[in-house]
């Protein structure tokens, strides 16, 4: 018995550190509260979701102090590709989006990436070699509680590819850009100043809206002004963004934005309120 006791107690040790080695390696501390998944069809990347809930970004634009750093995609084979952020970012979104950017036929996947110190900036993922990798990203803003709200991903100037349009921090006086993957890099197609596609503390990322308002066959991009006291239409023509016509809500934009058309609807402040916008129909 003594010296059953004596080799247990020699094993005592290695078992402790085993045990150890178990809980200090790193896992995902599963989903973000509220994130939802993303989806796609194609060869790639066909989900996409965040991960790893953290506090580490004493932010709180979207409501909580509860942001994510790692961003996880499924590829098409039922494969697992994770993105972890260093402790000085972290993913200050709620859903990721998935878009087919470069035209290969796969998605890439589009997340809002927030430095501790510099802000954010909108970051492109995609599966290259096998890897998700980041493929592209625009500048950090370049100040800490600086943020930006992607608004729409659509051919906008009806060239055959895509771009993404954001707000740049659309709280403080919000400047609409439109970007487009080429390559390695995002390129800055246009930029327009004046818009707001977010509410403080609001989970609502979808404050805007993408649809044919003019009949033309091309999108145009529906969002309020810097003020939320009216809708306006913004059209992508080569390197300018233009407004094609500007609608008052009689109260402040407080919801999504259904698009028919020139019809477009919103809940306010003031209920919700319908709209034509007066462009010329082609």
């Given at each position: 018995t003594s010296m059953a006791a004596s080799m247990s107690d020699r094993r005592l040790p290695w078992t402790m550190l085993l045990l150890c080695l178990i809980l200090s390696t790193p896992a995902h501390a599963g989903r973000l509260p509220d994130g939802g998944t993303a989806r796609a069809g194609g060869s790639g990347i066909v989900a996409a979701w965040y991960e790893d809930p953290t506090s580490r970004y004493d932010h709180g634009i979207l409501g909580d102090a509860i942001e994510a750093g790692t961003l996880v995609?499924?590829?098409?084979?039922?494969?697992?590709?994770?993105?972890?952020?260093?402790e000085s970012e972290v993913f200050e979104d709620i859903t990721p989006r998935l878009a087919d950017l470069d035209g290969d036929g796969n998605a890439e996947v589009i997340a809002i990436r927030?430095?501790?110190?510099?802000?954010?900036?909108?970051?492109i993922y995609g599966l290259r070699d096998g890897k998700l990798q980041m493929v592209a990203a625009t500048p950090f803003i370049g100040r800490a509680h600086r943020w930006i709200c992607p608004a729409g991903i659509a051919d906008f100037d009806g060239d055959g590819?895509?771009?993404?349009?954001?707000?740049?921090?659309?709280?403080i006086g919000g400047t609409l850009e439109f970007w487009r993957l080429r390559g390695s890099g995002l390129s800055r197609i246009a930029a327009l100043g004046g818009f707001s596609n977010h509410?403080?503390?609001?989970?609502?990322?979808?404050?805007?809206?993408?649809g044919d308002v003019d009949g033309d066959g091309v999108p145009e991009l529906v969002l309020p002004d810097a003020t939320r006291t009216s809708l306006a239409a913004v059209a992508l023509q080569g390197s300018r963004a233009i407004i094609l016509d500007k609608q008052?809500?009689?109260?402040?934009?407080?919801?999504?934005?259904?698009?028919d058309g020139a019809n477009a609807q919103v809940d306010t402040s003031a209920g919700r309120r319908r709209?034509?916008?007066?462009?010329?129909?082609?």
């Open positions: 995609a499924r590829d098409s084979k039922g494969n697992s590709h994770a993105i972890v952020l260093p927030s430095s501790l110190s510099a802000g954010a900036s909108l970051a590819r895509v771009e993404i349009a954001l707000v740049a921090t659309p709280h509410t403080i503390g609001s989970r609502n990322l979808a404050e805007a809206a993408t008052p809500l009689g109260g402040t934009a407080t919801g999504s934005i259904r698009l709209i034509t916008f007066a462009v010329p129909r082609r």
